[in-house]
Nanobody
């Protein structure tokens, strides 16, 4: 199992920056992928950014060039640096871990979410 705790959300003006953090309860080196999702009010939860165990990253088109996902294996931390924030980035942001065990069974774990509000 993996417990995930997000932090760093808050209120920021459009054009500003925030850095979200996700603390994992265990070593993340072998976790298949760590992701940031977001859920805006009355909208479905959507994938924003992914970082694999090999360090590959991917982003939804709407945040490319503005958001950067990174990991610190020594600290068991995942980060999401968000720059040039827009009101449409307003959402609750969730950290997600995808774990694949030795029998190729896949498990997903979620944090409790951290709210981000971008004012215009």
């Amino acid at each position: 199992q993996v417990q995930l705790v997000e932090s760093g959300g808050g209120l920021v003006q459009a054009g500003g920056s925030l850095r979200l953090s996700c603390a994992a309860s265990r070593n993340i080196f072998s976790i298949r992928a760590m992701n940031w999702y977001r859920q805006a009010p009355e909208k479905p939860r959507k994938l924003v950014a992914t970082i694999t165990s090999g360090g590959s990253t991917d982003y939804v088109d709407s945040v490319k060039g503005r958001f950067t996902i990174s990991r610190d294996n020594a600290k068991n931390m995942i980060y999401l640096q968000m720059n040039s924030l827009k009101p449409e980035d307003t959402a609750v942001y969730y950290c997600n871990a995808v774990v694949v065990d030795s029998s190729d069974s896949m498990y997903e774990y979620w944090g409790q979410g951290t709210p981000v509000t971008v004012s215009s």
